[in-house]
């Protein structure tokens, strides 16, 4: 069975249980189904051609450096201003592959002469960020366009990284990592509420959720990163005790969403995800990497259930490199982990097994 047949069941099964009073529209459900599938899947293409785009920007930055446009700042900054301007009216204007290949590539090269234009008038580093934040802030409710709100939101996200950095409050990253893991949780949990509220926030609700996988694992990565985030590994446990009361949470949602009411069962996986994330206390980067896994596993989505995978073994391989065991402890923690992990998936694969029968 197809996903929009599957659409066409639910809304089936939704009528007989509600009875006479539900009514719903569902031609214009199928349709906007059918129209945002159609815009998921050309998002691999659009992000290809944009990538192409940039190239191509680049290669346009180049020849207007050969022209000696940096030896005007005035003119290096109006240019960036301007191209910022051109590539918002496009993507706002035209709905077609080609203009968000263009108005991004723009977008993007504008930022880079704004940045670089700002730089030569000797201006804070911390004010540079600053604009640039606003810039991407203005751009994002002004367009909803997918991938310029994508490329927007990790601007934004960046902006805040850069100023922990700028001014040396290291310890901020997990005020940052927080903050980030709340939001996440909330945007993922509160999906239909979200779809079903204003019509903006359903066109920017799938670059939000994708950028903010991608914002929490850049302050992830800031936490094995010691070269760039001067970070004490006592205080790691501020991230990850947030990140695992968030997850035990997730745990007690998907339990409800298993239909699991047997008070034996429900303080078996309580305790068992406890012991699981309890050796996570001092490596955030993976209770960090669990948390999209289990958000992505809850919602189907499989782009972030991808990333958070792939992130999970990256970390779980770097912490393993990081620490000062020897080779046989650290044999032991692997096998042992591993051994965890594997039950716990014999536990949710035999449960959603039993509710498919069902």
């Given at each position: 069975?197809?996903?929009?047949e599957?659409?066409q069941?639910?809304?089936?099964?939704?009528?007989?249980l509600?009875?006479?009073?539900f009514?719903?529209?569902?031609?214009a459900?199928?349709?906007?189904?059918?129209?945002?599938g159609?815009?998921?899947?050309?998002?691999?293409?659009?992000?290809?051609s944009?990538?192409?785009?940039?190239l191509?920007?680049l290669?346009?930055?180049?020849?207007?450096l050969?022209?000696?446009?940096?030896?005007?700042e005035?003119?290096i900054?109006?240019?960036?201003?301007?191209l910022i301007?051109?590539?918002?009216?496009?993507?706002?204007?035209?709905?077609?592959?080609?203009?968000?290949?263009?108005?991004?590539?723009?977008?993007?090269?504008?930022l880079?002469?704004?940045?670089?234009?700002l730089f030569?008038?000797?201006?804070n580093e911390?004010?540079?960020t600053?604009?640039?934040?606003?810039?991407?802030?203005?751009?994002l409710f002004?367009v909803?366009?997918?991938i310029?709100?994508?490329f927007?939101l990790?601007?934004?996200?960046?902006?805040?990284?850069?100023?922990?950095?700028?001014?040396?409050v290291?310890?901020?990253?997990?005020?940052?990592?927080?903050?980030?893991a709340f939001?996440?949780?909330?945007?993922?949990?509160?999906?239909s509420?979200?779809l079903?509220?204003?019509?903006?926030?359903?066109?920017?609700?799938?670059?939000?959720?994708?950028a903010?996988?991608?914002?929490?694992?850049?302050?992830l990565v800031a936490?094995i990163?010691?070269?760039?985030?001067f970070?004490?590994?006592n205080?790691f446990?501020?991230?990850?005790?947030?990140i695992?009361?968030?997850?035990?949470?997730?745990?007690?949602?998907?339990l409800?969403?298993?239909?699991?009411?047997?008070?034996?069962t429900k303080?078996?996986?309580y305790l068992f995800?406890?012991l699981?994330?309890?050796?996570?206390?001092?490596?955030?980067?993976i209770?960090?990497a669990?948390?999209?896994?289990?958000?992505?596993f809850?919602?189907?989505?499989?782009?972030g259930?991808s990333i958070?995978i792939i992130?999970l073994?990256?970390f779980?391989?770097?912490?393993?490199?990081?620490?000062n065991?020897t080779?046989?402890?650290?044999?032991?923690?692997?096998?042992?982990?591993?051994?965890?992990?594997?039950?716990?998936y014999?536990?949710?694969?035999?449960?959603l097994?039993?509710?498919?029968?069902?």
């Amino acid at each position: 069975m197809g996903k929009l047949e599957d659409i066409q069941q639910h809304i089936k099964n939704i009528k007989s249980l509600e009875g006479s009073s539900f009514q719903c529209d569902e031609p214009a459900i199928l349709e906007e189904y059918q129209k945002r599938g159609g815009e998921k899947s050309n998002f691999i293409i659009k992000a290809l051609s944009i990538f192409g785009g940039i190239l191509a920007s680049l290669a346009f930055l180049g020849f207007l450096l050969i022209l000696g446009l940096y030896e005007s700042e005035a003119a290096i900054l109006l240019v960036g201003i301007g191209l910022i301007i051109i590539s918002v009216f496009l993507t706002k204007k035209y709905d077609a592959l080609i203009m968000d290949t263009i108005g991004i590539s723009l977008y993007m090269l504008g930022l880079v002469l704004f940045i670089f234009g700002l730089f030569t008038f000797d201006i804070n580093e911390d004010v540079v960020t600053l604009l640039v934040m606003a810039v991407a802030l203005c751009s994002l409710f002004i367009v909803q366009n997918p991938i310029l709100s994508f490329f927007a939101l990790l601007i934004i996200s960046g902006g805040f990284l850069t100023l922990i950095v700028s001014n040396d409050v290291y310890s901020l990253v997990h005020l940052y990592i927080n903050l980030h893991a709340f939001a996440l949780t909330y945007v993922f949990l509160n999906e239909s509420s979200i779809l079903t509220s204003d019509l903006k926030l359903v066109k920017l609700y799938d670059p939000l959720r994708i950028a903010l996988v991608f914002s929490l694992l850049f302050g992830l990565v800031a936490t094995i990163k010691q070269e760039f985030f001067f970070l004490s590994k006592n205080h790691f446990w501020i991230s990850s005790l947030v990140i695992i009361l968030i997850l035990m949470y997730v745990v007690h949602s998907l339990l409800k969403t298993f239909e699991v009411s047997t008070l034996k069962t429900k303080i078996g996986v309580y305790l068992f995800s406890a012991l699981t994330l309890l050796p996570t206390l001092f490596a955030p980067a993976i209770s960090g990497a669990l948390l999209i896994v289990l958000l992505s596993f809850k919602v189907n989505y499989k782009t972030g259930l991808s990333i958070g995978i792939i992130s999970l073994v990256y970390f779980v391989i770097q912490y393993y490199y990081d620490l000062n065991f020897t080779l046989l402890t650290k044999s032991i923690i692997l096998f042992s982990s591993g051994l965890v992990f594997l039950l716990f998936y014999i536990f949710l694969t035999k449960k959603l097994n039993s509710n498919e029968k069902v």
